[in-house]
């Protein structure tokens, strides 16, 4: 787009962005572009086309233009979730909405209130800077026909994101509520988002609708356009609302994980990675008596700029230095650190040797399906993780005498699966209850570890000794990540045409087996980007551009048999080292991502 094609696309953007802010910010970069070659490349990237809609919401650097997360693209969203929720559904929709912390999230969450009130809806607004597994706690504990989360999860400061999940009459499958969206779902919003109106014509409830619950579903005052398009102050949410009551209850039904009334002897060292987790846990934790807990106080209290770590991510390195330090310097137990809207969970613990090891999100994911494998008062009968997770919990499943499932990337697939008990993925989330929260909970995942720390503790065992024991069962699974962060996301196109063109013969030392492009339909998992190649040997490499980030990601995987007591461990590290190195020289990318773990 010429430069002056690019500024009156934003002087037409900025005609109808509803926030002052964002609007100055924009025609800011329009009066430098003439003149700074830096401003109209900004302006560009600022008006590069609607951020896309799909199964993972919106996500996006906050900023002006319709490239970035702001109040305009946020009302528009909105709107298109309430049009599709009115075709589906019909009128008077029941819609929670949360938001964590981030910055723009307490505007977003203004805007997408008065967008649903003004359509008409029953607007459930949950108390401010919560975690997103209270969110999908409320869409099935409300019965609400859908949720809406405004968050970024882990992703960098920058960015924000709008999440969606569907419920009530908006499914037919009672496994599917409370769920984040799928196909044809994210499709038909996105349609109803495109053909949705400017930003500053979708109509808007007053204020005083969202003050009152009374008033939010009074037809004379929804279908009065004086009063849907008040100028006033952003909507604030509903006092007294059922949605107030959620976060007590979610509290509640987390705490219950340890049934137990004494008081917990796990000494327990806890980061929420500067966000909206820690006030949650803590108050799960003083609940179901675990008290012997310390806090990283550097990263406690919730921070939109993530001041102490490069990305908020548990899994980067570095991200539980303070964690690790704490826990030697108070011999602590365990070490938990929730990502910063907590729907994550990462874990530490200590080793024989007197070291502290973070467990891989396939170690923990190993230990506490074995634990719901077991654990026969849980309802459901079914394990699942996705397809890129290890296979170790398949082979957990068959033991215990379960059905065993592998889906594609992602909850909004995991926690659809029928009769499901326990679900996870290997980017270290964990649904421990899906009856309750059908989504990955780090809050949950937590309890859960603390309770399997406890009872292998009244056992003489530790985490590491039942990691043992499920290797010399059934071999030792060894997982290892392989990413490439670009600046160019062609390049990752091309990277996956050169893999689908000269696929690997041999991966360290042994034939390839099996090749499969799981674009291509067929099987029993609709169609993805990603390819998979499995060996003689049992290693498998599955390689898949990442849905939230600008990234190449490869998963890797090794079996090695064990004999008596010896875990061959470094020999599985040793493997996986050189895969990494032959899948690298495949795919032609100038170096792995070293913010990986």
Same mark, same amino acid.
């Given at each position: 787009?010429?430069? $002056?094609? +690019?500024?009156?696309?934003?002087?037409?953007?900025?005609?109808?962005?509803?926030?002052?802010?964002? %609007? &100055?910010?924009?025609?800011?970069?329009?009066?430098?572009?003439?003149?700074?070659?830096?401003?109209?490349?900004?302006?560009?990237?600022?008006?590069?086309?609607?951020?896309?809609?799909?199964?993972?919401?919106?996500? =996006?650097?906050?900023?002006? =233009?319709?490239?970035?997360?702001?109040?305009?693209?946020?009302?528009?969203? !909105?709107?298109?979730?309430?049009?599709?929720?009115?075709?589906?559904?019909?009128?008077?929709?029941?819609? +929670?909405?949360?938001?964590?912390?981030?910055?723009?999230?307490?505007?977003?969450?203004?805007?997408?209130?008065?967008?649903?009130?003004?359509?008409?809806?029953?607007?459930?607004?949950?108390?401010? %800077?919560?975690?997103?597994?209270?969110?999908?706690?409320? +869409?099935?504990?409300?019965?609400?026909?859908?949720?809406?989360?405004?968050?970024?999860?882990?992703?960098?400061?920058?960015?924000?994101?709008?999440?969606?999940?569907?419920?009530?009459?908006?499914?037919?499958?009672?496994?599917?509520?409370? /769920?984040?969206?799928?196909?044809?779902?994210?499709?038909?919003?996105?349609?109803?988002?495109?053909?949705? /109106? @400017?930003?500053?014509?979708?109509?808007?409830?007053?204020?005083?609708?969202?003050?009152? @619950?009374?008033?939010?579903?009074?037809?004379?005052?929804?279908?009065?356009?004086?009063?849907?398009?008040?100028?006033?102050?952003?909507?604030?949410?509903?006092?007294?609302?059922?949605?107030?009551?959620?976060?007590?209850?979610?509290?509640?039904?987390?705490?219950?994980?340890? $049934?137990?009334?004494?008081?917990?002897?796990?000494?327990?060292?806890?980061?929420?990675?500067?966000?909206?987790?820690?006030?949650?846990?803590?108050?799960?934790?003083?609940?179901?008596?675990?008290?012997?807990?310390?806090?990283?106080?550097?990263?406690?209290?919730?921070?939109?700029?993530? @001041?102490?770590?490069?990305?908020?991510?548990? &899994?980067?390195?570095?991200? *539980?230095?303070?964690? *690790?330090?704490?826990?030697?310097?108070?011999?602590?137990?365990?070490?938990?650190?929730?990502?910063?809207?907590?729907?994550?969970?990462?874990?530490?613990?200590?080793?024989?040797?007197?070291?502290?090891?973070?467990?891989?999100?396939?170690?923990?994911?190993?230990?506490?399906?074995?634990?719901?494998?077991?654990?026969?008062?849980?309802?459901?009968? !079914?394990?699942?993780?996705?397809?890129?997770?290890?296979?170790?919990?398949?082979?957990?499943?068959?033991?215990?005498?379960?059905?065993?499932?592998? !889906?594609?990337?992602?909850?909004?697939?995991?926690?659809?699966?029928?009769?499901?008990?326990?679900?996870?993925?290997?980017?270290?989330?964990?649904?421990?209850?899906?009856?309750?929260?059908?989504?990955?909970?780090?809050? =949950?995942?937590?309890?859960?570890?603390?309770?399997?720390?406890?009872?292998?503790?009244?056992?003489?065992?530790?985490?590491?000794?039942?990691?043992?024991?499920?290797?010399? %069962?059934?071999? *030792?699974?060894?997982?290892?990540?392989?990413?490439?962060?670009?600046?160019?996301?062609?390049?990752?196109?091309?990277?996956?045409?050169?893999?689908?063109?000269?696929?690997?013969?041999?991966?360290?030392?042994? @034939?390839?087996?099996?090749?499969?492009?799981?674009?291509?339909?067929?099987?029993?998992?609709?169609?993805?980007?990603?390819?998979?190649?499995?060996?003689?040997?049992?290693?498998?490499?599955?390689?898949?551009?990442?849905?939230?980030?600008?990234?190449?990601?490869?998963?890797?995987?090794?079996?090695?048999?064990?004999?008596?007591?010896?875990?061959?461990?470094?020999?599985?590290?040793?493997?996986?080292?050189?895969?990494?190195?032959?899948?690298?020289?495949?795919?032609?990318?100038? %170096?792995?991502?070293?913010?990986?773990?």
């Amino acid at each position: 787009m010429d430069p $002056t094609a +690019v500024t009156r696309a934003a002087r037409a953007w900025i005609g109808h962005d509803p926030d002052p802010h964002t %609007r &100055e910010q924009l025609a800011d970069l329009c009066e430098r572009a003439d003149t700074d070659p830096r401003a109209l490349a900004e302006l560009r990237s600022r008006m590069a086309g609607p951020l896309t809609f799909g199964t993972a919401g919106l996500r =996006g650097a906050v900023g002006a =233009g319709e490239s970035r997360m702001n109040v305009a693209v946020v009302t528009r969203a !909105t709107a298109g979730v309430a049009a599709y929720l009115t075709a589906v559904v019909g009128p008077g929709s029941r819609v +929670v909405v949360g938001c964590d912390a981030r910055h723009g999230s307490a505007e977003f969450t203004d805007a997408a209130c008065a967008v649903l009130a003004g359509a008409g809806m029953r607007v459930l607004a949950l108390p401010r %800077r919560l975690p997103t597994p209270v969110t999908a706690f409320a +869409v099935r504990a409300l019965d609400a026909d859908a949720g809406i989360m405004i968050t970024a999860s882990h992703n960098p400061p920058a960015d924000n994101g709008f999440k969606v999940y569907l419920g009530g009459r908006a499914v037919s499958d009672d496994d599917a509520r409370g /769920v984040q969206i799928v196909s044809p779902a994210d499709t038909e919003i996105a349609a109803h988002i495109d053909a949705c /109106v @400017p930003a500053d014509l979708v109509p808007l409830a007053n204020p005083a609708l969202l003050a009152d @619950p009374g008033l939010l579903n009074d037809p004379v005052l929804l279908n009065d356009p004086v009063l849907l398009n008040d100028p006033g102050p952003p909507a604030v949410p509903a006092g007294g609302d059922p949605a107030d009551a959620v976060p007590e209850q979610y509290i509640a039904r987390v705490a219950g994980y340890r $049934t137990r009334g004494d008081r917990c002897a796990v000494r327990v060292v806890l980061t929420p990675m500067h966000g909206v987790g820690g006030e949650t846990a803590m108050r799960v934790l003083a609940l179901a008596n675990v008290v012997d807990v310390q806090v990283v106080p550097e990263q406690f209290d919730p921070d939109p700029d993530f @001041p102490t770590v490069p990305f908020p991510n548990p &899994e980067e390195p570095g991200a *539980l230095d303070l964690s *690790l330090r704490l826990a030697a310097a108070t011999d602590a137990d365990v070490v938990i650190a929730l990502d910063p809207d907590a729907d994550r969970c990462a874990v530490a613990i200590p080793t024989r040797e007197g070291r502290w090891r973070r467990l891989s999100g396939d170690e923990t994911g190993a230990v506490l399906g074995e634990q719901a494998a077991a654990d026969t008062t849980r309802p459901g009968d !079914t394990l699942a993780c996705s397809i890129v997770s290890g296979r170790l919990l398949g082979r957990i499943a068959e033991h215990h005498g379960l059905r065993y499932r592998a !889906t594609l990337t992602g909850f909004k697939w995991i926690a659809r699966t029928p009769g499901l008990r326990f679900g996870y993925e290997e980017a270290i989330g964990y649904c421990t209850d899906p009856q309750g929260i059908r989504d990955k909970d780090g809050i =949950g995942a937590m309890m859960r570890v603390i309770t399997l720390v406890e009872s292998l503790r009244e056992e003489g065992r530790t985490v590491e000794d039942l990691l043992d024991e499920l290797a010399r %069962r059934h071999g *030792l699974y060894a997982s290892a990540p392989l990413s490439f962060r670009v600046a160019d996301p062609d390049l990752i196109t091309a990277a996956m045409d050169r893999l689908r063109r000269q696929p690997p013969t041999m991966l360290a030392g042994s @034939p390839v087996t099996e090749w499969r492009d799981l674009a291509v339909p067929g099987g029993h998992l609709p169609p993805t980007d990603g390819l998979l190649v499995e060996t003689a040997a049992g290693d498998r490499v599955i390689v898949r551009p990442s849905g939230t980030e600008p990234k190449l990601k490869c998963y890797l995987e090794v079996i090695l048999p064990c004999t008596g007591s010896d875990i061959p461990r470094e020999r599985a590290r040793e493997r996986l080292t050189t895969i990494a190195a032959e899948i690298t020289a495949h795919l032609r990318l100038d %170096r792995p991502d070293r913010g990986e773990r």
